[in-house]
């Protein structure tokens, strides 16, 4: 069973390439859920990983919901053209109607774009299909716009919880359509999503770390969180679950 790591940098690229990931989604702001990478992350992300794995980013650019104007699909678009230039191997992409289904005339458009850009690219379908109404009514349409994979929780809170649904998506996919588990994912989840079939799981294996002194003064963190923590790859992480894969 395949294993995607996200990363939000250069550091976590590389320890997931050490590690033994097949496969990195590279984002920005995963706090947020995730939003495209920079073409300089990109770069940096391509350099440490030095071919042994695959750089799909995330294409996603604003938090928030999946229902995107003329302007926000433009801008997709190229970041897809940008990011495919710099080496990677396909994107992670997809929009939603606002009925909340996944919006097949906007989806389409972002594929293609793709597809322009690098006739090679796949197409994975992020997590936006566990917001719409059903997800095995998408897998169909997934298919038909040309999609490698779909990444979802089984249209539940965690992987975990959704393994029924998952299930379900692999039987419809039948081969068509790679099922990738994630969201919530835990290490305890990864052997019952090998035995059900599952194409590949996908986790951001992160640890936070913080440099919090006494006095540091809040740059617009409002909740009294830690202003200075952030998420790194733990390689720790990464490789238990490399061993959970196989």
């Known amino acids: ?4 790591i996200a990363v939000v940098g250069a550091d976590g690229a590389g320890i997931a390439a050490a590690e033994g990931a097949d496969r990195i989604e590279l984002c920005s702001s995963l706090e ?10 990109m ?31 433009d801008t997709m ?9 710099q080496g990677a191997s396909g994107v992670v992409m997809g929009a939603l109607g606002v009925d909340g289904g996944v919006d097949f005339l906007a989806t389409r458009f ?24 059903d997800a095995l009514a998408a897998v169909d349409m997934l298919i038909e716009l ?24 692999v039987q419809l996919a039948a ?12 290490l305890r989840d990864i052997p019952a999503m090998k035995r059900s079939g599952l194409d590949a799981v996908h986790l951001s294996a992160k640890k936070t770390v913080s440099t919090l002194k006494t006095g540091a003064i809040s740059l617009g963190v409002a909740d009294g969180a830690d202003p200075t923590a ?15 894969c196989g």
């Not at 859920?33 to 992350?41: D, E, F, R, S, V």
């Not at 678009?77 to 230039?85: G, N, P, Q, T």
């Not at 040309?146 to 959704?162: E, K, N, W, Y």
């Open 32 to 41: 947020l859920g995730g939003i495209t990478p920079t073409q300089g992350l």
């Open 175 to 186: 081969g068509r359509l790679q099922i990738m588990a994630g969201g919530g994912l835990t």
């Open 146 to 169: 040309g999609f490698s994979r779909v990444l979802s929780s089984g249209h539940a809170a965690t992987a975990g919880a959704g393994l029924g649904t998952l299930e379900r998506m």
């Open 110 to 133: 972002l594929a293609e774009a793709a597809r322009n850009a690098n006739p090679e690219a796949q197409l994975t379908f992020h997590r936006a299909i566990d917001q719409s109404p």
């Open 230 to 244: 952030y998420q790194v790859t733990d390689a720790e992480a990464v490789r238990a679950a490399r061993v959970a």
């Open 43 to 73: 770069e940096a992300a391509v350099e440490r990983v030095d071919g042994r794995l695959e750089i799909h980013p995330l294409i996603r650019c604003r938090p928030g919901d999946f229902v995107y104007s003329a302007a926000e699909l």
């Open 1 to 4: 069973m395949k294993l995607e």
């Open 77 to 85: 678009a190229r970041e897809s053209r940008h990011l495919l230039a």
